[in-house]
C-alpha cells in the first residue's frame, strides 16, 4: 500500500486496514491478517506516520527448535522527509533523533515496507516458545520439555581440562 503526500488534507489521514501476509525472514512466518491502524500527518514536506501493528507470527524456538504462535503488538511512529532535501555534495552527521527520521521519494510513502520494519524491529532477539523451555540435549538431540534424556553429561570448565591430563 502507497500514499501519496499530495493527496494528505490539512487534517491529516487515519487508516484502519488489514494488510496481506508478508515475506518476512526467514524462520518468521505471518499467521492471517495483519492488522494496522496509521494516523498520517503532513506538516510542509515532514510527514509523521504514527500507529500500531497487530500480528500472530510463526516463530522458531531458539532453543527447542519448534514452531510457536507469537501474538505481536507494536507501536511505532516515524517521520518522513523528501529525499531531495539531502544535499548530496556535503557531509552529515547524525544524532539520536536522526535515527527515526526515513526518506520518501517521488510524493510517495511505501506504507508495506513501513509495517515490515516495524514488526521485524519488535521480534524478540531470541524467541521461546515458554519461558521454561529446556531445550534439546546437546550431545543425543533430545527434546527435554518432552522429559529427560539419558545422557551422562559432565560438566567440566574449559579452564580445568589441562588438569586432566596431570591426574594421569
Known sequence: ?????????EEGLTLDYNE???TLSEG???EGKIGVSLRVLKAETIVTVSGDVNVTLGLE??????EFFYPLSSSFRVDY?????????????????????????EDRIDLTELI????????????????????????????LKVG?????????????EILKKLKG
Open 116 to 143: 515490515k520494519e516495524q514488526i521485524l524491529l519488535s521480534l524478540p532477539m531470541q524467541p521461546l516458545c515458554s519461558p521454561d523451555c529446556k531445550g534439546l540435549c546437546p550431545k543425543c538431540g533430545k527434546d
Open 28 to 30: 518468521t512466518r505471518v
Open 81 to 105: 522527509m523528501p529525499l531531495k532535501e539531502i544535499g548530496k555534495d556535503k557531509e552529515y552527521e547524525l544524532k539520536g533523533a536522526d535515527l527515526d527520521i526515513s526518506f520518501y521519494k
Open 1 to 9: 500500500m502507497h500514499i501519496n503526500i499530495s493527496d494528505i488534507p
Open 61 to 66: 524456538c531458539s532453543r527447542c527448535i519448534k
Open 20 to 22: 496481506e501476509p508478508l
Open 148 to 160: 529427560p534424556c539419558k545422557c551422562e553429561i559432565k560438566e567440566i570448565d574449559p579452564r580445568f
